[in-house]
């Protein structure tokens, strides 16, 4: 791992990388590009960072799609290898009556089979953070390229660590081994149990019941330095090694909640890496969720009076 220290650039930015899945949400009413780590880096890019995807992609009608659709939300795609094999990812996507999607997910496609390239070493080493789960670790050999991609950034990089388990595609192992090479680890309060029985915790300890000492137990047994569990509706929790916050969330109504958890996890890092404190962090993630939760999609078009209150929040 290089020794060397994340900083940003001379403009004050940050190069902030989402690295993993890129795909098509085919919803009912019509197909909309997502995939965690694309979402992550467009809400990164409309904060004032160097939002960049780095995945794979099908040369076929979908992948060529992509490319443009990133031409209109101002993401560069110079990092999106291409596949002649495999063709471009897609997830069929229901909504229920709350806005709470389900998914059903195509494989094998191109983004399981990422290749670690001298362009995918350089933007490693010069990332600020990097934002990767699990789903796009289901094969072996995205999986290899996912951890060779994180070990070769700096070691002051952020590794954030957006746990997302989807259907069956985790394991124990994958799941130990993304946690003790992250900085941050997000998840959902779904998910918190799982974790916990994944990383082996002791059985008496409760993500239900005492979640602050479940997750000062998750900062211990990983080394992380910041644990988030998000809430839904009902806001979300931040632990540190030196304290814990708990937000109660905003009302707000909802149209469709994909996207949302992205969203919050991209200004919960622009925050992070400005060193704000916790309750700054989780009131800028919220907010930044809410707002995409309120829209259709999860890349609408830019709201410069939320982006700004989002930039400029404070406990």
Same mark, same amino acid.
């Given at each position: ?9 001379? &403009? &004050? ?5 989402g690295l993993g899945e890129l795909l098509w949400d085919m919803f009912p009413q019509g197909r909309q590009l997502g995939g965690a780590p694309a979402n992550f880096a467009y809400i990164s890019?409309?904060?004032?960072? #160097? ?20 031409? #209109? ?7 999106? =290898?291409?596949?002649?094999? #495999?063709?471009?990812?897609? $997830? ?5 009556? &709350?806005? =709470? ?9 191109? %983004? ?7 362009? %995918?070493?350089?933007?490693? /080493? ?36 957006? $746990? ?16 003790r090479r992250a900085t941050v680890i997000k998840l959902n309060d779904e998910e918190f149990p799982a974790i916990l029985k994944l990383l082996e915790a002791p059985a008496e300890l409760s ?12 900062? =211990? ?21 030196? /304290?814990?916050?708990?937000?109660? /969330? ?7 909640t994909v996207g949302a958890g992205d969203a919050f996890a991209a200004a919960l890092v622009h925050h992070y890496l400005r060193g704000a404190a916790l309750p700054a962090m989780n009131e ?32």
């Amino acid at each position: 791992m290089s020794s060397s220290s994340s900083l940003p650039s001379a &403009g &004050g930015n940050f190069t902030v990388v989402g690295l993993g899945e890129l795909l098509w949400d085919m919803f009912p009413q019509g197909r909309q590009l997502g995939g965690a780590p694309a979402n992550f880096a467009y809400i990164s890019s409309l904060l004032g960072d #160097h939002g960049i995807v780095a995945s794979r992609l099908g040369t076929d009608a979908l992948g060529e799609e992509a490319r443009r659709r990133f031409q #209109h939300l101002r993401l560069p795609t110079d990092f999106l =290898q291409l596949d002649p094999e #495999h063709p471009t990812g897609t $997830v069929q996507v229901r909504l229920d009556s &709350g806005g =709470q999607p389900k998914y059903e997910i195509a494989g094998p496609v191109a %983004w399981d089979f990422f290749e670690t390239t001298p362009e %995918w070493r350089s933007l490693a /080493g010069q990332a600020s953070a990097i934002s990767y789960g699990t789903l796009a670790q289901r094969s072996a050999a995205s999986r290899k390229t996912i951890l060779e991609f994180l070990d070769a950034a700096p070691a002051g990089a952020v590794r954030v660590f957006d $746990v997302n388990l989807r259907q069956a595609f985790y394991t124990a192992e994958m799941l130990r081994d993304s946690a003790r090479r992250a900085t941050v680890i997000k998840l959902n309060d779904e998910e918190f149990p799982a974790i916990l029985k994944l990383l082996e915790a002791p059985a008496e300890l409760s993500a239900t019941r005492e979640p602050r000492i479940a997750m000062e137990w998750v900062l =211990q047994t990983t080394g992380a330095k910041l644990v988030c569990v998000t809430r839904g509706a009902c806001g979300s929790l931040l632990a540190s090694p030196s /304290g814990f916050h708990q937000h109660a /969330g905003l009302h707000i109504s909802v149209v469709d909640t994909v996207g949302a958890g992205d969203a919050f996890a991209a200004a919960l890092v622009h925050h992070y890496l400005r060193g704000a404190a916790l309750p700054a962090m989780n009131e800028a993630a919220n907010r930044m969720g809410a707002w995409v939760a309120s829209c259709s999609g999860a890349t609408p078009e830019p709201d410069n009076r939320v982006l700004e209150k989002v930039r400029n929040a404070t406990a």
